[in-house]
């Protein structure tokens, strides 16, 4: 069976930073890449990051650029998102999901992350 299991997530003060991991089996982990994606109640979900299947490629959305950073192990078949100076407006669900092709995607459960005072 194929499963994300996302950790990582919590209760932090601005300014504060996070690693999110997600955890993946029941498929080639290595063939798939990796995004994070993120979504605030009534907001649309939001691309955060993208990583190939060997690590060679990381991208991030432009208004994530600088405090966030992907990365990947694939012995661990793990993929991480470490988020630096963090903002209440980054208070969201964060979601991992594989994709090997456009008809192969799947998705984790979600951890929350709310930045607060």
């Known amino acids: 069976q194929v499963q994300l299991v996302e950790s990582g997530g919590g209760l932090v003060q601005p300014g504060g930073s996070l690693r999110l991991s997600c955890a993946a089996s029941?498929?080639?982990?290595?063939?798939?890449?990796m995004r994070w994606y993120r979504q605030v109640p009534g907001k649309e979900r939001e691309l955060v990051a993208v990583?190939?299947?060997?690590?060679?490629?990381?991208n991030y959305a432009d208004s994530m650029k600088g405090r966030f950073t992907i990365s990947r192990d694939n012995a661990k078949r793990t993929v991480y998102l470490e988020v630096n100076n963090l903002k209440p407006e980054d208070t969201a669900v964060y979601f991992c999901?594989?994709?090997?092709?456009?008809?192969?995607?799947?998705w984790g459960q979600g951890t929350q992350v709310t930045v607060s005072s």
């Open positions: 029941g498929f080639t982990f290595s063939n798939y890449a």
């Open positions: 990583i190939s299947s060997t690590g060679g490629y990381k």
């Open positions: 999901s594989a994709q090997g092709s456009a008809t192969r995607i799947y």
